[in-house]
Each structure stands twice: as C-alpha cells, then as structure tokens.
C-alpha cells in the first residue's frame, strides 16, 4: 500500500513549510484520519446536566457513526451504538429527548433498555434458541471530564486522564463552574471546509488583528500582547488577560461588576477536534466542536453554557456576537481558504512562528499538524 502520509518534513518549526495542500481534501487523506484519529479519539457529548433525568438522551454522530447516549434509572450514563440488532436500523432519530423507559425501533418494534439491552422482540416467543441477551447493543465507552460528557469507539483507547494529563485540572482553574453550567444555546454550522482548515484558523492569533472587523473588536478587548499560546502533547491552550480600559463589550457597557466577572479570554483544545473557551467579560463556557463529515466539509456545532439562573447582559450579548458575528467571519475564511487549496498555484506556505512564540506566532498550528501527520502515518 503507498504511504498516504510521508511527504513533510516538520522537524524545524521555525523554517518549516506548512502540510501539503492535498492533505485539506485528499479522500485518502481523510479516511486515514477517520480510521487513525477520530475511530479512537474522545469526542463530546455535552455537558452532565444535559442527562440529568434517566431516559434522557443525546445522539452524537462522527463520521459513518452515530452514538447514543443516555442516562440510566440507577444514574450510570450509558452509551451504545445507534443501531438496530435485527437488520441494523439506526435506531434513534433526534438529536435529543427523553424516552419512558425504552428506545423502540422504528422498523419492527424491537425494543432496548437505557443501557442498550434487548428487552422485547415481536414474536421472537416463537423462535428456536432466541436468547434476548445475545442481542443487546454493543456499549461504546463514556467519560466524565471536568463536568462534560464524552466517548471513544475504541474500547483499548487510553483513559481521558491518561490522553490529556493536566488538562482537567487546568479546565477546572479556568472554569471553576464547570460541574454546575446547564446549556442554553446550540446551533450548528455546516462548513464547506476540511476539519483542519476550521481547526488552524482557530488556534493562531495571526490574524486577529488583520483579517475581518469583528476580529478587530475581539482583538480589543484583549491585552493582545500578554496572548499565549502553550502546547502541551494532545492538548493545548491560547489565552490572555483582558483590556480593562475597554469601555464595552459586544456592544454592551460594562460596569464594574462586569469587568470583573471575568477579566480573561481562555480557550483549551482537546485534541483532536474538541475546544472549550471563555471570551473576556462574559460569563459563558464555551464549546466548539468540529464534526468532520467530509473531506471538504465539516459541521462546526457550538454550545452555549451557563451556570446560575441569571444570564448577565454582557453574555447573552457575547452568545448572539459569536454565532452571529465572529463565528461566520470565521467560516467566511475557511471557506475562502478551502478554496485556495485547491489551487493548482499553491502547494506548500511557510509557518509565521517567532523564537519568542508570541501571540501572533503560529506555532500551535505547527504542533496541531504534526499531531495529525505523525497519526496517520501510522
Ligand atoms: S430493524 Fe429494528 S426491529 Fe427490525
Ligand atoms: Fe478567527
């Protein structure tokens, strides 16, 4: 079989070219990261409270793949394949809800238990050797981390602990309310752009202060200078202090009160596709996943979290200013990006990493890169 994988030379961050052009919408390119990356990598459910009552679910799609997770009547969450045992229906077609008690499928009427067993079958009373038991769903595996949900389809996959040492607790300092935030927002964005080109725009701050306007806000209300950007293995985080001059934030004044909610702007990327954030004067955690569905597309879906009653208006403002604003002046960059990697006059760039790795270096985009080309070279 030909190397899908062995054409960059990354040793040298700073004089580095950047991945070939061909690994952003090479069909083989992408099946080799969904088979090396994504079939064992931890993908995010949600948030904890999002289960909180037994019946609730959340269907979760990767790829080919499609997740179920649900809570049980003893409080274990569960998670199982999507699909049918007797001729492979998916199962469950929402996005979210609650089930009395079972998931029936839709075809033939068999039914399941919140943890994926077979608990009837029409008629199977008059079958030879039927053993109900023989035919439950296969679990898929499911962690708690920092209050959010997640699961692997690689039942050898290293724990989250083991993937990501440090992050929790680093998640944990940054949002000391993870385990009480419930969500109030979702929406997703289908992109017409490969999973990393949505990835790398999203962890430099090169082009903070000179792509579109909304970034030029951003950029505002952030000591720009005090921005760091820090790898760590298979997890890293870019962040920095807050512009306390600033006298308004997305639109909103701010007050006192609001300035010092949270004077910071923090964002932590779970390898691979996963990133929680928290934008400066406003009190929402963020989440940011990108779903591949395509060599050439990808659905970005954001989650909004809260926690306590009361959403403040510097955050309900800066909720509307991401999905409305700076998230599609994002995508209308990915997707100009994914355009021009098509182009038979671009091959190869040059990685903008400074020996300081300043807040305007690329250097996590070097990190994120090797990541993905060391995976699927296998
Ligand atoms: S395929 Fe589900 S009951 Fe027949
Ligand atoms: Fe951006």
Not at 101 to 119: K, T
């Amino acid at each position: 079989m030909m190397q899908i994988a062995n054409d960059w030379s990354f040793s040298s961050p700073e004089t580095a070219l950047t991945l070939p052009s061909r690994y952003f919408f090479d069909p083989e390119v992408f099946q080799a990261e969904r088979d090396r990356i994504f079939m064992s990598s931890w993908h995010l459910i949600g948030h904890k409270s999002e289960l909180s009552e037994p019946g609730q679910f959340i269907v979760c799609d990767v790829f080919d793949q499609s997740v179920v997770a649900t809570r049980g009547r003893d409080g274990t969450v569960h998670a199982f394949h999507n699909v049918c045992q007797h001729r492979g229906n998916r199962l469950v077609n929402e996005r979210r809800g609650t089930t009395k008690g079972v998931f029936r499928c839709s075809y033939h009427s068999w039914c399941y238990g919140l943890d994926g067993s077979l608990r009837s079958a029409p008629r199977s009373e008059r079958m030879v050797d039927f053993k109900k038991e023989n035919y439950g769903i296969p679990p898929v595996r499911v962690e708690e981390f920092a209050g959010f949900l997640f699961f692997n389809l690689d039942p050898k996959a290293p724990s989250m602990q083991d993937t990501f040492p440090g992050a929790e607790a680093t998640m944990i300092e940054r949002f000391p309310d993870a385990q009480d935030v419930r969500l109030v927002g979702e929406k997703d964005f289908l992109v017409p752009a490969n999973w990393k080109v949505i990835m790398d725009n999203n962890i430099e701050g090169y082009h903070f202060e000179l792509s579109g306007p909304v970034h030029t806000v951003l950029a505002n209300l952030i000591s720009f200078e005090g921005y760091k950007l820090t790898p760590h293995e298979r997890w890293w985080t870019y962040t920095a202090p807050a512009n306390m001059a600033a006298e308004q934030a997305y639109s909103v004044p701010l007050d006192d009160e609001a300035k010092q909610s949270n004077p910071r702007f923090f964002n932590i990327v779970l390898w691979p596709h996963n990133t929680f954030y928290r934008f400066p004067f406003s009190n929402f955690l963020g989440t940011f996943l990108i779903i591949p569905t395509g060599a050439e597309e990808s659905i970005i879906r954001v989650g909004y979290y809260v926690a306590g009653e009361k959403i403040p208006a510097v955050t309900e403002a800066s909720i509307k200013w991401m999905s409305e604003e700076l998230g599609p002046e994002d995508i209308s960059l990915n997707i100009t990006t994914q355009k021009g990697l098509r182009s038979l006059g671009y091959k190869q760039g040059r990685y903008m990493i400074d020996a300081e790795r300043s807040n305007m270096s690329e250097h996590l985009v070097h990190h994120f890169h090797t990541l993905v080309y060391n995976a699927i070279r296998g």
